[in-house]
T-cell receptor, first 115, second 115 residues
Framework: EAGVTQFPSHSVIEKGQTVTLRCDPI?????LYWYRRVMGKEIKFLLH????????ESGMPNNRFLAERTGGTYSTLKVQPAELEDSGVYFC?????????????FGPGTRLTVT | AQKITQTQPGMFVQEKEAVTLDCTYD???????LFWYKQPSSGEMIFLIY??????QNATEGRYSLNFQKARKSANLVISASQLGDSAMYFC????????????FGKGITLSVRP
């Protein structure tokens, strides 16, 4: 079974540019989450999809961030325009209930550097 | 207030010995779950162990066990018979309420295993 995949693994962009991150969850997982870790700080939640619906987007920092999950499969996270403080590692995770436990499986992350 | 607190500085342990990584949490929700993740230098987040708030027994998964002390709100990870491959950063995380809700992470603890 393939794990959670993320693309690209690294992205370096200039301030003001646009970047789109992609996440492919484990097949059959309805729940998809985005998190990010800014250098030296905790991993912070961004948002949660259940299938194609946004269940919780309380962690989205501002309207420069747009997440989509069309068709309830893969998800994209677009940052437009990027700012210096957006630099960090963006993780995607997916889960599906098993015996009532929704352990989240994480992807390898996308390291975003905004210069 | 911090929901997940991991205050230990970098931890060192001799190969084959046991080590305890501390985690305290804060929640008023009676239904919650506690997770431990391992992040090696390669960057991926690996799920290790889960403890539900209503679980009567401490969780165990191979060499990992969770010392769950509900009254003290602590969920320490115990790694027995440490191996060199255990050197990594370890994150404690909590979900509150619904089983598929977001995770809140601690800052993490770096563990180094000495040969």
């Amino acid at each position: 079974e393939a794990g959670v995949t993320q693309f690209p693994s690294h992205s370096v962009i200039e301030k003001g540019q646009t970047v789109t991150l992609r996440c492919d969850p484990i097949s059959g997982h309805d729940n998809l989450y985005w998190y990010r870790r800014v250098m030296g700080k905790e991993i912070k939640f961004l948002l949660h999809f259940v299938k194609e619906s946004k269940q919780d987007e309380s962690g989205m920092p501002n309207n420069r961030f747009l997440a989509e999950r069309t068709g309830g499969t893969y998800s994209t996270l677009k940052v437009q325009p990027a700012e210096l403080e957006d630099s960090g590692v963006y993780f995607c995770a997916s889960s599906q209930g098993r015996d009532g436990i929704y352990e989240q499986y994480f992807g390898p992350g996308t390291r975003l550097t905004v210069t | 207030a911090q929901k997940i607190t991991q205050t230990q500085p970098g931890m060192f342990v001799q190969e084959k010995e046991a080590v305890t990584l501390d985690c305290t949490y804060d929640t008023s929700d009676p239904s919650y779950g506690l997770f431990w993740y391992k992040q090696p230098s390669s960057g991926e987040m690996i799920f290790l162990i889960y403890q539900g708030s209503y679980d009567q027994q401490n969780a165990t998964e191979g060499r990992y066990s969770l010392n769950f002390q509900k009254a003290r709100k602590s969920a320490n990870l115990v790694i027995s018979a440490s191996q060199l491959g255990d050197s990594a950063m370890y994150f404690c995380a909590m979900r509150e309420g619904a089983a598929n809700s977001k995770l809140t992470f601690g800052k993490g603890i770096t563990l180094s295993v000495r040969p």
